[in-house]
Structure formats: C-alpha cells, structure tokens
C-alpha cells in the first residue's frame, strides 16, 4: 500500500469516526433536551430563586433607592420617610401591597400586617411623616424594621442563606446566629443527617448479608429471592407508608403480638423510631442490588484459594471477598444516604413532631408559608451536601466502579 493510499485510508477512517458521533449525538440529543428541561433548568431556577428577590426594589423603588445610603446606624434619612409614603400609597392604589408584605414577613415576623395598616393610611401623611408613620405604629421609630426593609431592597441577597443556618442580621447589617433555644433549621440538618446515617448504617446492617445470600444461592433461587427484593418497588410508597401505620400504631399488628404474649404496648409511630423503621425498610433494596450485582462479578474461587493456602472463613471473607465487594456495598450506601436527606412522605406520615427532617421544613415553605427564597435555600444546601458527598466517593472509590445493576 503506497502512502497515498494509507493517508486516504486514514481520511476514511476519521470521516466515518465523525458520522458515528455525530449520529450519537442525534441519538442521545432528546434525552439531553429531556434533561435539560426537567433537571437542569429547575436547579438553576431554584439556585437563582434562593439569591435573587427584587420584589421590594421593584414595588419599592424609592425607599430602595434612599436606603442605600443609609448605614444602618440610628434613624434613617427623612427622605426614607417621604420615599416610603410615596411608594405606600402607589402600591396600595395598583394592588401590589401584598406582595411587599408578604416579603417583608419573611425579614420580620409581623410586618405584613403593619405594611398593609401603614398603606391604607399612607394618603393621609402630612409633614413631618416621622411623626406620621410612628402615629400609625411605634415600631416604625424602630431601626430594626428599617434595617429590615434596607436589607430587603437588594434585588439580590444571602439572607435566605443566613436564615437557612439560623443567622440574623442587625439594622447594621452585621451577621449573629440565634440563640440555641431559637434554632430550628441548624437542628433540623443534623437530625437529617443522623437520620440519614442510622438509616445507611440500618441498611448496610440488613443488606449486605441478604446480597451475600442472595448472590450465592442457585440462579432458580435467586431470582426467586431477587423478584421479592424488588416486589416494594411495585408497589406505592404512600402504599407502603400507611401499611407501616398500621403495623406500627398503638393498637396495631406488633403491638397486639406483644400484649397478646404479654408484653407492653411500645410507642412506635409518630416519633423517631417510626421514621428509622419506615425509612430502612423502604430504602433497604437501594442497598441491596448494588452490593449483589458486585458479588456476582467475585469468582468464588478466589476465597477457596485463600481458604486453601491457610487461611480460615472469616479471615478469607474479611482480606479478599469483603474489599472486592465494598465498592457496591460503598454505592448502595451512598444512594440509600442521598435518598434519605430528601424524604419528606414518609417522615411526614409516620414521624411525627419528633421525626420531621429538613425536606419536611422545605414542603411547609414551598406550600404554607409561600417563602420560596428560604425553600430553595434548604434545598439548595442540601444540593451542595450531595456534590460534596460525590466528589468524597469519587477520591475514595472512584465513580468508574459505582456499579448499580
């Protein structure tokens, strides 16, 4: 073959290297389309959502504008004032009051109402208007509230953030975390997080030797075993939820077992122990298929050979089998862990005051409360805690070997 006919060659090559892609890429292109349209664009709504909030610059613009100026520090300008009067009175006349309300309610408990007292009587102001806002309430003298709208004017803000790990800020805009007895989302985080590491450690417990069973029985039974592993998957986890209500309620299945054989009556539902009960059940099979489809990649023939160069049982299961299976042990922890920071059915069903984790918090503000600033900071915290723990599984085990079936 002459070197003309090799370069045309390689030229062939690389066209037909080029088509195949390309026709890869028309492939994979709907389901990246897919994505993009329900994963992607909804993070960065909520990640945008969760630092941005005009609504008071935009309903506000003048007692923005004149606040900027103000550090915070003993009364604001008198043009804060008339700014303020101003901008009252337009949002009461156009509608939008309650719109500024409502996220002023967000920065200070009880400041819908008195927006809403001040706007109606805005009309009314006459020089000087301090005089006139503090007639209408007391706390307008307060620099607080004013600090408070200061705050609220930037179009983007880390006070959802702050909020979310329990900050506060004063008039000066100087950062403090709330007393312990007044922490509610700090609090909720760690229980979520010792939630979802009791549930991973309940799982592992229970899963790891049912994968071991289930990988070393014949193939008739193991998918026999297999297709009850999966069953739950069948069925609705509301479904499985309520079921567990049933078992676990005072006068429920076990309860009724243990006084039948004379036992007392346990309090297992509405409180922690029902959320870690309910919970590893229903997260179990994440645990369970992972290590299993590792196990069957392990030539049995690998622990005979240890056992037959001296090495007893255990100590050929604990130096050669276990290391070869802790990668899909490892990746069955790691969704069973993800899983559990977001559950928010099942603690909210069978938890309880006592049992509610985070996700429960980020429902209450995304349908009660209507703060979806705050809402999407929770969850974008919980965001960032999952791309933390994958970037710690990727320098540990490596992604190559997160083996899901």
Request: aromatic residues 10%; glycine residues 8%; proline residues 4%.
């Amino acid at each position: 073959m002459s070197a003309h006919q090799g370069a045309k060659l390689a030229e062939q090559f690389r066209q037909s290297g080029k088509r195949a892609r390309r026709g890869t890429f028309l492939l994979v292109l709907p389901l990246l389309a897919f994505l993009m349209a329900t994963f992607i664009f909804p993070i960065g709504a909520m990640l945008n959502r969760s630092v941005e909030d005009p609504t008071v610059a935009t309903l506000l613009p003048r007692t923005a504008a004149a606040l900027r100026s103000w550090n915070g520090k003993g009364r604001p300008p008198f043009s804060a004032y008339s700014a303020l009067a101003d901008d009252l009175k337009r949002a009461n006349l156009e509608g939008t009051i309650g719109k500024v309300a409502t996220r002023m309610n967000f920065e200070r408990a009880g400041m819908r109402s008195l927006l809403i007292k001040t706007a109606r009587v805005a009309h009314t102001f006459e020089l000087p208007y301090a005089q006139a806002f503090n007639a209408v309430d007391l706390q307008w003298s307060e620099p607080e509230l004013w600090g408070a709208l200061r705050h609220a004017s930037a179009s983007t803000t880390a006070g959802y953030y702050a909020s979310a790990l329990d900050y506060s800020r004063t008039a000066d805009g100087k950062w403090h975390q709330r007393a312990e007895e007044d922490q509610i989302y700090v609090t909720l985080f760690i229980r979520t997080l010792w939630v979802a590491g009791v549930v991973t450690g309940l799982c592992f417990l229970l899963g790891y030797p049912l994968a071991y069973f289930i990988a070393h029985l014949d193939e008739r039974s193991r998918n026999l075993v297999l297709i009850l592993v999966l069953l739950p998957f069948w069925t609705s986890l509301l479904v499985r939820t309520t079921a567990w209500i049933a078992l676990l309620q005072t006068n429920g299945v076990v309860n009724d077992t243990l006084a039948a054989f004379g036992g007392e009556r346990l309090d297992l539902i509405h409180n922690m122990t029902g959320t870690l009960i309910a919970m590893t059940h229903i997260l179990l099979p994440f645990m369970v298929l992972p290590a299993y489809s590792v196990m069957l990649s392990v030539p049995p023939a690998l622990t005979r050979a240890a056992i037959s160069l001296g090495a007893s049982p255990w100590t050929a299961f604990w130096r050669v089998y276990f290391p070869m299976t802790l990668p899909g042990a490892a990746a069955g922890g790691l969704l069973v862990f993800i899983l559990a920071l977001g559950y928010y059915i099942t603690p909210a069903l069978v938890g309880g005051r006592t049992g509610q984790l985070i996700s429960n918090m980020i429902e209450f503000h995304m349908k009660t409360s209507l703060n979806w600033g705050l809402a999407a900071a929770l969850g974008g915290i919980l965001l960032g805690g999952v791309v933390v723990l994958y970037i710690l599984y990727a320098r540990v085990v490596g992604l190559n070997r997160l083996r899901l079936g």
